[in-house]
């Protein structure tokens, strides 16, 4: 029995030592900072990358629409129809940004038709450029004449950095843009 209670005793020496004992606590603390720190660090990085790809997506979609207007003149248009140097001139000028060929056109793009501004100053689908239509009477803007549009879709795979760690893994992929352009 006096063994149990020396080895008891000796025991709650320990205990009573390490409760005084703090030299472990700061290395305990700067742990968590650094792990706490180091998350940020990677959701900043991530969420950077992403917002860097977006625009950069977006600045190739308009890029796009430029070289239609670029590179087809009036005598070309409607340009999808019309216009040789387009398709051509839209790859290049969509996968000229630093994120290359993983840029690419969207189903259905480019689109051409023809737009008219309604009653409430917003731009307003017509038709398609098989037929003009003679005014803007269907959209409540009978003096106005229908303009000829181009519209670009694009579309990126963004895959975060660290999936799984980060937000940006709930962030929206593909990133799609769309960008619409009057020709005339």
Do not use: H
């Amino acid at each position: 029995m006096r063994v149990k209670s020396a080895a008891l005793s000796k025991a709650i020496a320990c205990a009573a030592t390490l409760k005084r004992e703090d030299r472990g606590v700061a290395a305990i603390e700067f742990a968590i900072f650094v792990g706490m720190l180091s998350l940020a660090l990677l959701n900043a990085a991530d969420i950077g990358v992403y917002i860097y790809q977006r625009m950069e997506v977006e600045n190739a979609t308009e890029m796009g629409v430029q070289a239609v207007w670029k590179n087809c003149d009036f005598s070309q248009l409607p340009a999808t129809t019309s216009c040789p140097a387009m398709s051509a001139a839209v790859k290049r000028a969509v996968q000229s940004t630093s994120l290359g060929t993983k840029v690419t056109l969207q189903a259905g793009s480019p689109a051409e038709g023809y737009y008219c501004v309604n009653t409430s100053n917003a731009l307003q689908y017509m038709s398609d450029i098989s037929s003009k239509p003679a005014d803007c009477t269907a959209a409540g803007t009978p003096t106005l004449q229908p303009g000829d549009y181009i519209q670009i879709g694009t579309t990126y795979s963004y895959a975060p950095m660290f999936p799984g760690i980060t937000v940006a893994s709930a962030f929206t992929t593909p990133i799609l843009r769309t960008a619409l352009m009057r020709l005339e």
